[in-house]
């Protein structure tokens, strides 16, 4: 059974930091492309930031270029989301992602963050 289990989030000031980690478990972490998504209220999901399975190569959006980080630890079957300088902006259910093809695309159930002061 394929589970993505979100943990790290929480509320936090404008400027603050947090860090996301999504444990994976039921399938071959280290063969898949991890991601972090993310959906505010009333917008689409949208894409924050991708490493391969190597963890040799990441991308991110631009929005949090400079400020997040996305890691992984294949042994621990874990990936992370690194988040300084938060604004309000970046208000959102995040969500990891685990991908290997069209066929094998599996999704963790979110995990809120709010940047308020």
């Known amino acids: 059974q394929v589970q993505l289990v979100e943990s790290g989030g929480g509320l936090v000031q404008p400027g603050g930091s947090l860090r996301l980690s999504c444990v994976a478990s039921?399938?071959?972490?280290?063969?898949?492309?991890m991601s972090w998504y993310r959906q505010a209220p009333g917008k689409e999901r949208e894409l924050v930031a991708r490493?391969?399975?190597?963890?040799?190569?990441?991308n991110y959006a631009d929005f949090v270029k400079g400020r997040f980080t996305i890691s992984r630890d294949n042994a621990k079957k874990t990936v992370y989301l690194r988040m300084n300088d938060l604004k309000p902006e970046d208000t959102a259910v995040y969500y990891c992602?685990?991908?290997?093809?069209?066929?094998?695309?599996?999704w963790g159930k979110g995990i809120l963050v709010t940047v308020s002061s």
């Open positions: 490493i391969i399975s190597t963890g040799d190569g990441t």
């Open positions: 039921g399938f071959t972490f280290s063969s898949y492309a």
């Open positions: 992602n685990a991908n290997h093809g069209v066929l094998m695309n599996y």
